[in-house]
């Protein structure tokens, strides 16, 4: 049988075991946010892999590298009404800037509209803002309409497209529900409809 030990030592060794549980908590204290950082960087990596199908670009000329926000801005439809970027949160963005005299536009255009009609019933919104000079020449683009929102900015210095860093088309962002571009699509023909395109705008909707 051991012998109790005497009140000093008992607590010394109190002391000791109190320092060394004091030493545990406060490593655990600073480990946490590492360990919380790299969990939701290993999220964030997982939502990622599926969009590195489109080969986004990391910089943009006028926005900086991305993400960024999206700049806010208001076009109209082909009734006239206005559309405000801004009421689409909550939703996974497709925004293509084209023009119906683009070649490459006109390759890709199909492949949009396929991603868009496969993509109805998600919170999910293929916008696609025209350059062209009026609506005449977008209307006769689609004879049978389209499953995309379409929008004009008809101004001579393409103002919205300018504030996106955008001179040469079609060149595409790809926002998430809460406004903000993750993805720079530039000027490349693609199939948008894609599963593994898909996989991205779910990945974010997420």
């Given at each position: ?6 009140p000093?030592r008992r607590?010394l060794a109190y ?8 030493v545990?908590v ?6 946490l946010p590492?360990?919380l ?5 290993g ?8 969009c ?5 670009t990391p ?13 806010d801005f ?5 009734d006239?009404?206005?559309?405000r ?6 939703r996974v ?6 023009a119906?005299?683009?070649?490459t536009c006109?390759?890709?255009m199909p ?5 868009a ?9 293929l916008?696609a803002?025209?350059?062209?000079e ?8 689609f004879?049978q309409?389209?499953p995309?929102?379409?929008l004009?900015?008809?101004s001579?210095g393409?103002?919205i497209?300018s504030?996106?860093?955008t ?5 595409s962002f ?6 903000i571009i ?8 693609r199939?948008?409809?894609?599963g593994e395109?898909?996989a ?7």
């Open positions: 049988m051991t012998a109790p030990l005497p000093g607590a002391g000791a075991a109190g320092l060394a549980m004091g545990l406060v490593h655990f204290l600073f480990s590492d360990a950082t790299r969990g939701r960087e999220v964030r990596r997982s939502r990622e892999a599926p590195q199908v489109l080969r986004p910089w943009n000329p006028v926005l900086g590298r991305l993400p960024q926000p999206a700049p208001q076009l109209p439809m082909h006239g009404q206005p559309l970027l801004s009421q689409l949160r909550g963005v497709l925004l293509n800037f084209w119906t005299w683009c070649s006109i390759v890709e492949s949009l509209e396929r991603l009609e496969r993509m109805q019933g998600r919170p999910f919104t916008l803002v025209s350059v062209d009026s609506w005449d020449k977008v209307r006769a683009f004879p309409g389209t995309m929102t379409v004009l900015d008809s001579k393409r103002d497209p504030r996106y860093g001179e040469k088309f079609p060149e790809l926002i998430d529900p809460d406004g993750r993805y720079y699509i530039v000027s490349e023909r199939n948008w409809h894609s395109v898909r991205c705008i779910e990945a974010l909707l997420d």
